[in-house]
């Protein structure tokens, strides 16, 4: 079987690689270009530790081919922090002790700042339902909530005061 040749942007930055035509993104992400932070954690897009956005909408990689980020924009949690300052989704998550073994994290964090991005003053009901399809095996979901909710205050003050 022959590879495919890729051309996309991942977070910010144009990335090529070869895949075999059945190889998911997040396989991609991880083995051809690195970028360990997206986990697989069921296969099957029922968990969110893969998420990622692609062309600004989030997306289970697990799901997708690799193949088909022919074009596209992807970003993932190695894109969240900027010059070595954390995403305020980042820090509040640390802040609010919103973690505790590590693995949904990226993928709640990719997801909570998809739901900033789309509406910068969630209820706390629309918070948990955005998550809701991210699995956490170990932590309780307050805290994840409460560290969204304190950075959506933080993003929409610092958009006011640009």
């Given amino acids: 079987m022959s590879k495919i040749h ?14 075999d035509p059945q190889t998911t993104l997040l396989d991609a992400l991880r083995d051809e270009l690195g970028l360990t932070g997206s986990k697989e954690g069921c296969g099957s897009g029922d968990c969110g530790a893969c ?31 900027h010059g070595g300052e954390l995403h305020p989704l980042q820090q509040k998550f640390l802040e609010h002790a919103a973690l505790q073994c590590g693995f949904c994290t990226p993928g709640l964090l990719v997801a909570a700042k998809a ?48």
């Fill in 6 to 19: 890729v051309t996309t942007t991942v977070n910010g930055d144009s990335a090529e690689f070869l895949t």
């Fill in 51 to 81: 998420s990622v956005m692609v062309d600004g909408r989030l997306v289970c990689s697990c799901l997708m081919l690799a193949a088909e980020a022919q074009g596209r924009r992807i970003e993932t949690i190695e894109g969240m922090a």
């Fill in 115 to 162: 739901l900033l991005e789309s509406n910068p003053d969630p209820s706390e009901e629309e918070t948990r339902y955005w998550l809701a399809g991210n699995l956490c095996r170990c932590t309780g979901y307050d805290k994840v909530i409460r560290a969204v909710l304190d950075a959506a205050a933080v993003l929409r003050q610092e958009r006011r005061a640009a």
